[in-house]
């Protein structure tokens, strides 16, 4: 009975896949093309980053598509950063916070955009990392997302040090994951996207219905990315334009930290909009919601099929007393598994943009099935943490 039921498991999860795919082709939200130019605002959030936002400060400069450097904001949280002087050196503005206590990105965009709109308005809000870079063409290619009456985009999130290490290396894999395989198959059907991290656009009307920057979660990309499907906002993922940021190079105090948040914010932030999903679900953006609401419901399910259908050799393993064969089970589980991954890990590297050196590119293949597996202690550990706190990542002069 247990196998029979991890079969139907196994099935119930491929139906979620395909239900969710196909559900996409149902979208029905319309885009009104744009033919003004736009007067365009970008925010960083800059807390301590001297070592590195004088690299993205340089990158706006060299855009193709020349902006005002006055109207690049960079948000600061005390007179003395040694950002301030760079920001000096560059001509953009300086808006120093004034809630310390909220320690989170969306608190500091929060400040930034309320202080901003009692001065003046803008068409767009690009958002971006200290730690980012941006390609001569980004604004460029981005400018024309906005054209075509898209509300929100993101560009194509590359790695500027992802041949610094192996770990820096299958880091940014992740981000192969969400947008070369998620968010380019979400856009082919007409559907929303989800954002990760910065290098983003926000359309002024929305900035200045909101009043500030409402997504004050521990991961407010994924907040906003709910947001715009459950109120039907055209959003789009532009792999022509590109930009860079820093991966983590350590994994104890970086990889780990950041996917603890990560998994938590999922899951809280799924927590409030899957009630409003439910309500709007014959909405023009019903493909959307459709596919967020089953998420990774299909792994969770595939792995409780997969537990069950194994369930046998597991109270075996944990019964017998033969140490041979109990060795001789875990270790042709750990094989299966690992070729799986490993399998998964080359098609993701064949399919991304990004470059990476011979021997990075071995070491990653070679150990991303492992830093995939990592995910189920970090998931653990988010379930049972109650208060995770969004931790600062150190980052270096690259």
Known sequence: MIALFGLMCLIYAGFLAIYANLALRKNRL???????????????PARYESAVIEGLLKSIERQTVKMPMRDVYVIV???????????????????????????RKGYALDEAVKQILTKKNYDLYFIFDADNRLAPTYLEEMLKIYADGYEMATGYRNAKNNNYNTIAAVSALTFTMINTIGNKNRIRHGGNIIFSGTGCFVVGELVEKWGGWPFHSLTEDYEMSLYAITSDIST????????????PTKYRQQTVDQRVRWIKGYFSARHEYIPEMRARWDQPNQGSIVKEWVGVKPVIWALVGVICL?????????????????????????????????????????????????????RAIL????????????????????????????????
Request: hydrophobic letters at 45%; a positive charge.
């Open 30 to 44: 319309e885009l009104h093309k744009r033919t003004n130019a736009p007067k365009s605002a970008i925010l960083v």
């Open 77 to 103: 949280e005390s007179e003395d950063d040694p950002t301030v002087k760079i920001c000096a050196k560059y001509d953009c503005q300086v808006i120093l916070r004034e809630h310390l206590e909220l320690q």
């Open 236 to 247: 789009f993922y532009n792999e022509k334009a590109v930009f860079y940021d820093e991966q």
């Open 310 to 362: 194994l369930f046998e050799d597991i109270v075996k393993l944990f019964t017998s007393k033969d140490l041979g064969m109990i060795i001789g089970m875990l270790v042709e589980l750990i094989i299966v598994v690992y070729i799986v991954l490993l399998i998964i890990t080359a098609v993701m590297i064949r399919r991304e943009k990004m470059k990476f050196t011979s021997r990075i590119k071995w």
């Open 367 to 398: 150990f991303n099935p492992i830093y995939l597996l990592t995910y189920v202690p970090c998931a653990l550990k988010a379930l049972f943490i109650k208060n995770v706190q969004w931790k600062r990542i150190e980052h270096g002069k690259k």
